[in-house]
Structures are given as C-alpha cells and as structure tokens.
C-alpha cells in the first residue's frame, strides 16, 4: 500500500526518498551543531531561566528554521501536513491516553522551582521542538517515504529515523541511557504517528509531541516517563493491527474493482 503524493502546482519540488533524507540529515547537523556550541547538558536543560534561554532556545529556532525553510522551498505544506486517508478512529485511543497521562503529570507535578519567565520559555520551546520533530519526521520524511514504500515501510523507516535523532544526546550529559531514550522514542514515534493518521492532520501530533514535553520538562514528577515503555508497546501494536488492516481492505477494494 503506496500513498502517492499528488503533484500539483503548490508542490514546486516532486517529493523523493532522497529528499526527505536530505531534510531530516540537514536538520539534524543544524539542530546539534547548535547543542556543541551552546554546550547543552541535556538533562539539565528545565533547570531555571538560564538553562532554558541558553540551551533549549537556540537549538530548537535554529532547528525551526530549516523545518520551515524546506517545506516552503519545496512546497509541500499541503501533503506535509494533512492526510488523504484517516486510520480508524478507536486506534486514536492511544493518543488521548497519552495525552491523559502528560496531563496527569503536570496536573501533579511539582512546579516550586518553576518561576513564570521560565513557563514562557518552557511553554515556546516546547511548541517550537513539537513544530520542528513533527514536520520534519513525521511531515516532510512521511512525504519523502510515500513516494518509495508502503505504508508499513513508512512508519517503520519514519519512526526509526526519528527515534535515532536522539542517540546524540550520549554525548550531551545523559551517556548510555541516551539508548534507552532511542527506544523509548519508537514507541513516543508510533504514538505520533497514530495521532496524524487518526486525525488526519499533523497538528495534532505536533501539539500532543509539545504537550509531552511541556509534562516531562516543566515538571520534576516522572509519572509520564515512567509509563512511556508501555505506552510505546500499545502504540506499536495498535499501528501494526490498524495497517494491516487498512492493507488488507485495499487488496479487497481492488479485487472488488
């Protein structure tokens, strides 16, 4: 099952496997390029003003450029972002849980040290990275992948893509949990994925990615970090049931045709 992205004349750049590459490479040589001259302490990073205003700030704008850049140059804001056919609607149950559970986090969080300067930063930053990850992994990079594979390799290589961007931060303060951060982004990945295909619209999947980190960053309680394994195992299920399905209803359709 391929989704062939329409060429119209908004697209002024026929999307290729190449291409969307070429994004997300760019992007990230931009993105932690800013990390090494800022010095980022990755774990550090929603500790007070400073930290925020030195080194969540300038990566994600930086990031936020070429993301906005690319899709602009290349015209591809359209298929970028929204979706010709929708997954079932019961699969967006693992977005609204998720979203249930960052809720939760900050609805129990502890916010003693956090000062309203710091909600300002933590609040547009994290809207800023949600733009930024979503487009570019799960906007351009599904466009990019759409013009090669089925919708299983679109997932399986968009996810996987996006939960390496992460293994940088081995050298960013966090070493080898860095790996479980890869790991624990399929899973986060999947999720997101689902919350495009459900909705049909990137924008959810960038605005529950923002709220995701909003309840990680803002707040010192783990709850949702704890339960992100299991969110990411039900997340990876429920897209393999859902694409198969959707996969078997189109070799149906055409046999019908």
């Not at 992205?5 to 190449?18: A, C, D, G, H, N």
């Not at 800023?128 to 599904?142: H, S």
Request: with cysteine; glycine share 8%.
């Amino acid at each position: 099952m391929t989704y062939k992205t329409e060429i119209s004349p908004s697209l002024r750049v026929r999307p290729t496997l190449w291409l969307g590459v070429l994004i997300y490479l760019i992007y990230m040589a931009v993105f932690y390029v800013a990390f090494i001259l800022v010095d980022v302490e990755y774990a550090r990073v929603g500790e007070n003003t400073d930290t925020l205003l030195n080194w969540l700030l300038p990566p994600t704008l930086a990031g936020c450029v070429v993301a906005l850049s690319f899709v602009s140059l290349f015209g591809w804001w359209r298929p970028a972002l929204s979706e010709r056919k929708k997954l079932p609607r019961w699969a967006m149950f693992v977005p609204v849980l998720t979203a249930a559970v960052a809720f939760g986090n900050m609805l129990f969080g502890d916010y003693t040290t956090v000062t309203s300067q710091m909600w300002v930063y933590l609040i547009g930053g994290c809207l800023v990275v949600g733009f930024n990850e979503e487009m570019v992994n799960r906007g351009t990079l599904i466009v990019a992948l759409r013009s090669r594979f089925g919708e299983h390799a679109v997932w399986l290589i968009s996810t996987t893509m996006f939960a390496v961007f992460h293994l940088p931060n081995i050298y960013f303060g966090i070493g080898a949990l860095a790996i479980a951060q890869v790991i624990i982004a399929f899973g986060m990945g999947s999720i997101f994925y689902l919350a495009r295909r459900t909705t049909g619209s990137l924008i959810a999947a960038m605005l529950l990615h923002a709220l995701w980190d909003l309840s990680a960053f803002a707040s010192h309680v783990p709850y949702s970090g704890l339960l992100s394994p299991l969110l990411g195992i039900i997340a990876v299920t429920v897209t393999l049931i859902v694409l198969a399905r959707e996969r078997n209803q189109d070799a149906l359709n055409r046999l019908k045709a």
